[in-house]
Structure formats: structure tokens, C-alpha cells
């Protein structure tokens, strides 16, 4: 798994890179084909029996005696070749689908690991259902696509190499035919594979551009419903999907094309050399038994037939061949946190100092913080506060690690955040946010979520977050299961829950992103109490829009077009009677 992160691919072909996902396995797959020819064995020698009963009956001279005999070991030949079909057709398979299943996990595998390590900012520009279909969709054409070259390629490579080896034996003079129909059906592929692969790759990213519609249209229902506009949604879907069925339908054109003009250029070949095989064998020029004609004949419809279905595996190949393509962006994206090689973080004091910190959204020209000077102390409660837009929600992602500063500095316990491995640094913060993320789990398995305590930890954890009411007046207590995103929970109980999580982790750096915004005055009030606990002994950094929830904080920062406005004690802000105050009264009104 580790070697398909590191390995290139943009400057790669398709068909290279995926060689390269089975390249351990290469003399297994030759085993395969091996065991496939072995398996289908029955396909071929059936006609060759058959054109040996057929001379027989029609050869003159012959005892009963001696067709009999000859019938019983045709019989005999026929019986065991048929029969092994069994053992060797399970084996086949068995040895086909531990590579086709290793690297199917694989490949998930890596795009789950690279898209943890992919920076904040690459998740926000990029539709979650987009990257949903490149680890299933994706990755199970890939598998399809190995199924079907791992059927077809020594089916075609079985075919030719029989007919044409049985065709020297009987009338050398017939591999002619072979030579010309192969080439016929290979041009017809070279002329037409671009426009394929084109419009593959535009259906492809149409239903990854539906992938994160319909992702975004579900997070959505309760907005959509409470406002009335089920149809104004419907109908944003509805442009996609007729997007869908436009690409589609050109793919299904283009691959219809190609199959039907395939199949009618094999036919009339296959035709023609029939009635020439008619016309050599009678001037005695294929001077050979009827049953051969048969046998011959038998053979080149195969071929053809063969190479038929080979041609019509083609749009899937070059389906499965978009899909390479389109892991590889997500596998060799370069936006990575980069972290490798630098010092761990062992332990954090929690003294925060930003020198001249700017930071620049790409894509935007306006800077969202600008020439930022400020120094947090070890176990300080510093809140940020302002307008939409002033920078709060920055910050708290330049503290967590999840953006670096465009330019300046920021110190963590005087070293710069830049020069350190942030994976190991984070194992020291928590963050609650006022969204409560919740997975499909039981109460504990969500408190416990990256942690491991002890009963006397946990239960510690839940009686400070004010959760022991609740989870005592659950009908399986800490066992009880609770649905994604935590529906059937108020916004109150999920916050304890956060709350509870983060006091786990015991960390030196806290971060309360507008953590009591969504929750009524009630529910704030009952929360207050166990973040006050949380807080206490830590550095804890607080983005806030209720004022209310900032009061008692050791300093608030007033921020304002990504600068520092103000900064104090709330009762220092309120006799500057600046931006702040005027924030305080306008709180104090809508109270």
C-alpha cells in the first residue's frame, strides 16, 4: 500500500500505472492464463473431436470394429477434458480473485491514507461525493477491468494459438485468413479509441460532479425543508443528471458505433472466406477431409469471434483506464500537510507567539488575516470576536495546523509551527466546534473516539461534561447506539458528548470554535459549566459570536478585515467604546 503513495503517475500512461498496481503479481497472472487455457480446454479440443468423427464416418475402408474403438477413446479423450473443467475452473478462480481483491483493498486503502494526509484547504475545494466515487466507483472499474483482461486475453491468446497450430497440421495455405482478420479489427480500434477515451472521460467527471450534488442535496434536506424549496433543489439535481444522460448517451453512441461496424466487418469476412474455402476445395486445392472443413471453418468463426468480444471489452478497458487516471490525481496530488522528517512534538507548554502573520486563500486577492502580532501564554483563555469574514475561524485553523501562514512566523513554545511534524503536535490539542461530528457507534465508542481509557477515566470524563444524567436515562446507557451525525440527540447532549471527548485527551491547547452558537440560551447555560472545566489549566483559544460566552476570558482580540481592531479584557473593551462596545450593545438589544 505504502508504494502506491510514493509512486508517480501524471507522467505516466494509464495502462503503465496500472500494470504497476499488479506488478507483484505478474508471474501469478501467467499461472492464471496457464490455468485458464487448462480449464477451457473443452472449447477446443471438442471441435477438433468432432471433425475426427466426422472424417471417420465418411473415410471408406473402415471396419465397425476399428470406428468403434476409435468412437470409445474420442469418448474417453472428450469425458476428461470436459470434467476437469470443475477443479480447474474453481482453482482459476481462486487464484484470480487474490489479486483482484488485494489490490482492490489496496488502492482504497491508499486513497483513504492520502486523502488524510491532503491539506484542509484541498477537502474545502473539493466536492465530498467527487471523492467518494474514486474509492468506490473507481477502484471497482479497476477491478473489472482486471476480470475481464484476465478472461479475455488467454481466451484470444488460446484461440489463435490453437487454430493456428491445428490450421499448419491440416492446410497451411488457411493461416492467411487468420493473418488478415486479426489486423482488420485492430485498425478499427487505433481509428476510433481517442473519441472513446474522451468521452469516457467526460461521463467520468459528470458523475463525480453528481456524486458531490447528491452529497451536498442530503446534507441539505433539513434547510431545504424547512425553507420550501424542494423544487428549487430537484430541479439544481435535475441539471445534472440530464448532463448525465447527455455524456451518457454519447458514450453509449461512440461504443455502439464501434461494436456494430466491428461485428459487420467480421461477419462479411467471415462470410467470404467461407465461400473461398467452397471454392479451393472443390479445384482440389485444399486437398483435406470434410470433417477439416468443418474443423477449419469451426475455427475461424471462433477467432473472429474471439476477437469480436475482445473488440467489445474495449470501451470497458477504456473505462477502467479513466478510472486510473482519476486515483492517480488523488494518490499524487501534491497539496499534502508535509510533515515527514521533520521533529516530533514531545510535549507543548502551550505559549503561542504570531510575528507578522498574513494569510491569503489561494484564488483570493484579499488577505483573510493581515500583519497579525500577538502573544498567547501558557494556560491563557484568549477569545476572538468580530464581524463575518474578520479572520476568527483563520486563526483557529493556523493554531490547529490545517493552513501555514503566507507569510510571518508562528511560535509554538518558541519553535516555528513550520519546522514541525504537526501529526504529533496535534496529539496535544482538542478542538469543539459547533457542529459535533457523531459516527455510526455506541455513546462510548463516540466519547472514546481516538483514545483509550480506563473505566475510572471515562467515567470521570462524562460527570465533568454533565452527561451521567443523560447517559443513565439511555435504555443501554453508555452502549446505546447512536446514528450518524447523531439525529435522534439534541444539540445540547452531542456538544457534552464533544466535551467529554475533548476531556479525555487531557490536551495543553484548547480550541472552542463557536461552540455554543447553534445551542438555545438554555442549553448555553448548562453547557457553560463544563466548558468552564475544560478550559481550566490550558491554553485555550475561543472563537465566538455570542459575547456573552467571552466575558470571563483573559484577553478578547477584536478582529476586523483580518487585523487586530482591539484587543483587552471585556470591562478594558467596553471603556475603549471602539468596535467592541458597539458589538456589546448591539448583543445587549437582541437580548
Request: aromatic fraction near 8%.
Amino acid at each position: 500500500m505504502k508504494e502506491l503513495l510514493h509512486r508517480e503517475y501524471r507522467n505516466r500512461r494509464a495502462f503503465q500505472n496500472y500494470l504497476g498496481f499488479y506488478a507483484e503479481y505478474k508471474w501469478r497472472f501467467i499461472f492464471i492464463w496457464i490455468m485458464y487455457m487448462v480449464k477451457a480446454s473443452p472449447v477446443f479440443v471438442l471441435p477438433i473431436l468432432t471433425a475426427e468423427v466426422i472424417n471417420m464416418i465418411t473415410e471408406p475402408g473402415l471396419s465397425a470394429d476399428q470406428i468403434y474403438t476409435r468412437l470409445y477413446e474420442i469418448l474417453g479423450i472428450g469425458f476428461v477434458v470436459i470434467v476437469q473443467n470443475i477443479p480447474t475452473h474453481i482453482y482459476y478462480v481462486h487464484l484470480m480473485s487474490v489479486p483482484c481483491r488485494n489490490v482492490e483493498r489496496n488502492l482504497r486503502s491508499a486513497l483513504c491514507t492520502r486523502l488524510q494526509h491532503l491539506s484542509i484547504p484541498y477537502h474545502t475545494s473539493t466536492k465530498m461525493g467527487s471523492l467518494q466515487n474514486k474509492v468506490t466507483r473507481d477502484v471497482e472499474g479497476i477491478e473489472n477491468m482486471t476480470r475481464m483482461l484476465l478472461d479475455t486475453v488467454p481466451h484470444l491468446l488460446l484461440s489463435l494459438g490453437v487454430a493456428v497450430v491445428v490450421t499448419l497440421i491440416k492446410s497451411p495455405f488457411f493461416v492467411l485468413f487468420y493473418v488478415a482478420a486479426v489486423p482488420l479489427a485492430v485498425w478499427l480500434f487505433l481509428m476510433i479509441r481517442e473519441k472513446m477515451a474522451q468521452r469516457n472521460r467526460d461521463f467520468r467527471q459528470s458523475i463525480e460532479e453528481m456524486s458531490g450534488k447528491v452529497t451536498e442535496m442530503i446534507r441539505l434536506i433539513p434547510i431545504t425543508r424547512a425553507h420550501h424549496v424542494e423544487d428549487v433543489e430537484i430541479n439544481r439535481v435535475n441539471e445534472r443528471l440530464e448532463k448525465i444522460r447527455k455524456t451518457g448517451l454519447k458514450v453509449d453512441y461512440i461504443n455502439s458505433v464501434f461494436g456494430s461496424v466491428n461485428w459487420v466487418l467480421l461477419m462479411l469476412f467471415n462470410l467470404v472466406t467461407l465461400v473461398l474455402i467452397a471454392i479451393l476445395y472443390k479445384r482440389g486445392i485444399m486437398n483435406i477431409g470434410v470433417g477439416d472443413i468443418g474443423l477449419l471453418t469451426g475455427y475461424f468463426s471462433q477467432i473472429t469471434g474471439t476477437v469480436l468480444t475482445a473488440m467489445n471489452c474495449l470501451p470497458a478497458i477504456t473505462k477502467g483506464l479513466e478510472s486510473v487516471k482519476s486515483i492517480g490525481e488523488v494518490l499524487e496530488c501534491p497539496d499534502i500537510e508535509l510533515n515527514a522528517g521533520k521533529p516530533q512534538v514531545k510535549d507543548v507548554k502551550g505559549d503561542f507567539r504570531f510575528e507578522h502573520v498574513s494569510f491569503q486563500y489561494p484564488g483570493s486577492e484579499a488577505h483573510a488575516l493581515e500583519d497579525i502580532n500577538l502573544h498567547v501564554t501558557p494556560g491563557e483563555t484568549i477569545a476572538f470576536v468580530g464581524p463575518s469574514g474578520a479572520g476568527k475561524s483563520t486563526i483557529a485553523h493556523l493554531v490547529i495546523g490545517f493552513v501555514r501562514p503566507t507569510t510571518g512566523r508562528l511560535l509554538l513554545d518558541g519553535r516555528d509551527m513550520n519546522d514541525l511534524d504537526l501529526r504529533s503536535y496535534r496529539t496535544f490539542i482538542s478542538v469543539v466546534t459547533q457542529e459535533t461530528l457523531l459516527f455510526d457507534g455506541t455513546i462510548r465508542e463516540n466519547i472514546c473516539y481516538g483514545v483509550n481509557p480506563n473505566e475510572f477515566e471515562l467515567m470521570d470524563a462524562i460527570r465533568s461534561a454533565d452527561l451521567l444524567e443523560m447517559i443513565e436515562a439511555m435504555p443501554d446507557g453508555l452502549n446505546t447506539q447512536v446514528k450518524e451525525n447523531g439525529a435522534r440527540l439534541s444539540g445540547g447532549q452531542k456538544q457534552r458528548i464533544a466535551i467529554a471527548r475533548a476531556l479525555l485527551r487531557d490536551p495543553r491547547v484548547l480550541i472552542l470554535d463557536e461552540a455554543t452558537s447553534a445551542l438555545d440560551v438554555e442549553s448555553e447555560a448548562q453547557i457553560k459549566q463544563a466548558l468552564d472545566r475544560l478550559v481550566k489549566g490550558r491554553t485555550t483559544f475561543v472563537i465566538a459570536h455570542r459575547l456573552s460566552t467571552i466575558r470571563n476570558a483573559d484577553r478578547i482580540v477584536v478582529l476586523n478585515k483580518g487585523r487586530i481592531a482591539e484587543i483587552g479584557t471585556h470591562e478594558e473593551l467596553k471603556a475603549m467604546n471602539g468596535l467592541y462596545a458597539d458589538m456589546e450593545q448591539k448583543f445587549s438589544a437582541a437580548q
